[in-house]
């Protein structure tokens, strides 16, 4: 009889030991970092497991949800037609978070919320793209990522849900408008192009047509003042040949500086390599010649500017 109360109480006190760790184990349980775990007891909200190590009663009480506290991100795709009648695809990036302080209302209040936050999404954006031509919608995604975002703060606020960033991360357009867009690109930067090198080509000229300009003004600069030294040089020759005597006469003083002058020429045409024809007088006796056809044209010079200042005189009445 003994024998059968020990075995009795030792099933008991196993059945009691197995029943404890039983009760341990399903009782204890621990909540990860950034994880919020919500308790419920007897299917109502009972209270929010912060991370570390907690206790349930089982049977009576369970985890309802474990909700992530870090932030998330949903990525959305929306396409809708702008305000010049083409069809564009954007991608926008929504980063949320559970606020602390409604976990409950996020766990409860909604049943997806991924979803909700697609539906709103779209709603803003087909609103807003509308109203924007397909350059203003790449010029001002800013402005409708944060239409998007006051949208979402205000919606999903009440449902404990908190909207970090809204981003437009992709804008595209329809493929035949897209290699359109790039079509006009090149062609303005052709043009552009086109005018640069136009541009740079009128430089050109009116640098190079400068550049003649000043060599022909430096070259006549150059030939004015050749000449006037030759000039400086005919009139100290002819002084030094008249200072050497008084019996020299004038044509003889001519005949010598042309004499100078035909044979420095025929030196400096055969010091050329160039084949070049050109017909002197043969002999220097012929210089004379010259001097006399010099001296004429030098008369009739002076004859025609006679004539020119008497005509240019006071008229004289006729008694």
Known sequence: MEAAQLAAYAMTVFAAAMLVIWILAAGIFVVNQQTAAVIEHFGRFHRIAQPGLHFKIPIVQRIRERTSLRVQQLDVRVESKS????????AIAVQFQVKIDAIADAVYRLTDHARQIEAYVFDVVRAEVPKKTLEEVFEDKETIALA????LTEQMGRYGWEIANVLVNDINPDA???????QVQAATREREAAAQMAEANR??????????ADRARLQGEGLANQRKAIAEGLRESVE???????????QDVMNLLLLVQWMDTQKEIAGTNRSTVVFLPNSPGEISSIADQIRASILVAEAANVSNVSNQGPNRTTP
């Open 203 to 212: 430089i050109t000229i009116v640098k190079q047509a400068e550049a003649e």
């Open 176 to 182: 035949r408008v897209k290699a359109a867009m790039n």
């Open 240 to 250: 030094l040949v008249r200072g050497a005597g008084d019996n020299i006469r004038e």
């Open 148 to 151: 998007v975002k006051e949208q």
């Open 83 to 90: 305000q010049d009648n083409v069809f564009v695809e954007l």
